[in-house]
């Protein structure tokens, strides 16, 4: 998945805790990175996202559990 903000602009990205059989997972906790704070800052625990004031890409993870999934950011 992708998605695209434009330099200042601001959004926020969800993630669900599934079980192997794909049923949600409450009470689980979700913790957001970014791999590049320099293109957009996001809130660890709400998912809340800041793009840069410059171009580029970077990569937003939630990790639940032990286990990740990854959203490509571009900014342009």
Do not use: C, H, K, M
């Not at 434009?6 to 906790?29: H, I, N, Q």
């Not at 970014?34 to 939630?62: E, F, K, M, Q, W």
């Amino acid at each position: 998945p992708t998605l695209q903000l434009s330099p200042g602009a601001t959004g926020r990205v969800v993630a669900t805790a599934r079980d192997v059989e794909g049923f949600a997972l409450d009470g689980r906790s979700i913790r957001w990175t970014s791999s590049n704070s320099a293109v957009a800052v996001i809130d660890a625990n709400t998912g809340d996202v800041r793009a840069g004031g410059a171009p580029g890409t970077a990569t937003l993870t939630a990790t639940a559990d032990g286990r990740t999934v990854s959203i490509a950011l571009t900014v342009q």
